[in-house]
Nanobody
């Protein structure tokens, strides 16, 4: 069974940086889009960034210029480099792998990112 395993979360002061990683364990293939989402307490899960198999990226306005998403398709791994962290970035971050044919979405278990002011 495929699982997505995230790592790299933690506690950091405002202005600091963190790098999240998400790797798939088990056999996985034809992943079209890899991405990161986050969910803060009392709020809905929101998109942070995505990267398609061709390399095109998409970012939430709130993280543009501060976060960078990258992927290693051969290793089925996606990364999220976060700079200039703000208290409002505090959330549980989830990775997502999407296959479009046939359609299926994989989710990680989440990793906590806490930014102190």
């Amino acid at each position: 069974q495929v699982q997505l395993v995230e790592s790299g979360g933690g506690l950091v002061q405002a202005g600091g940086s963190l790098r999240l990683s998400c790797a798939a364990s088990g056999r996985i293939f034809s992943i079209n889009v890899m991405g990161w989402y986050r969910q803060a307490p009392g709020k809905e899960r929101e998109l942070v960034a995505t990267i398609a198999s061709g390399g095109s990226t998409n970012y939430a306005d709130s993280v543009k210029g501060r976060f960078t998403i990258s992927r290693d398709s051969a290793k089925n791994t996606v990364y999220l480099q976060m700079y200039g962290l703000k208290p409002e970035d505090t959330a549980v971050y989830y990775c997502n792998f999407l296959r479009t044919s046939p359609w299926y979405a994989y989710w990680g278990q989440g990793t906590q990112v806490t930014v102190s002011s």
